[in-house]
């Protein structure tokens, strides 16, 4: 268990719940690659804990490196409807593609920091649901963007890494103050 999550548990004999936080830069593990996961109990109970660890922190998407997991899961919702909700298990781009297209981005993990993103405005995707069927899909527009920018945190891919030197100077007090934050935690 990582500093950025809890565990707890409603009655002896119910399933333990899950509650995470957001995993703020530099932490290690938003640095690493995510690995495969089972379709199983727990990782649907990552999954619920992870859709409302979002919706708490007034994201659109979530990965797991930043709740503290190194596993393949990412959840997201472009609309606020709870019927948007999209789980996405061990999900894998196989390919980007129409027009790139420069968006402001922001991330849970680099709070009250944006950077303009460039990304192709089209991606197929293959990926496990919850109930372990493999599915291969094609998203567009901004649900499109989400996908991208969650599963770059998949592969140990940050909003700083996207960010132009414009960018970088522009948010250097908050990148800063995240660094300072982490050293005086260890």
């Known amino acids: ?20 936080v957001v995993t703020l830069y530099p932490h290690p593990v938003l640095r690493k690659r995510a690995q495969d996961v089972p379709v199983n109990d727990q990782t649907r109970a990552t999954v619920q804990a992870m859709f409302e660890c979002m919706i708490r922190s ?20 472009a609309t606020g409807e709870p019927q948007d909700n999209l789980a996405l298990i061990n999900p894998t781009i196989l390919k980007r593609y129409g027009g790139d297209t420069l968006m402001e981005e922001g991330c849970l993990s680099f709070p009250r920091m944006y950077a303009e993103v460039k990304r192709p405005d089209s ?4 990926y496990t649901d919850l109930e372990g069927v493999r599915h291969t899909k094609e998203y567009s527009g901004f649900i499109a963007r989400i996908i991208q920018h969650e599963y770059d945190h998949l592969e140990g891919v940050l909003l700083v890494d996207r960010m132009t030197p414009a960018d970088k100077a522009r ?3 908050g990148l800063e103050a995240l660094i300072e934050r982490w050293k005086r935690a260890q």
């Open 58 to 77: 007034d994201g659109c998407g979530l990965a797991a490196p930043q709740v503290g997991l190194e596993q393949r899961i990412l959840v997201l919702n």
């Open 171 to 173: 948010n250097r007090s």
């Open 1 to 20: 268990m990582t500093e950025s999550q809890t565990t707890t548990t409603t009655t002896p004999s119910a399933p333990v719940r899950l509650e995470f």
């Open 123 to 126: 991606v197929t995707i293959e």
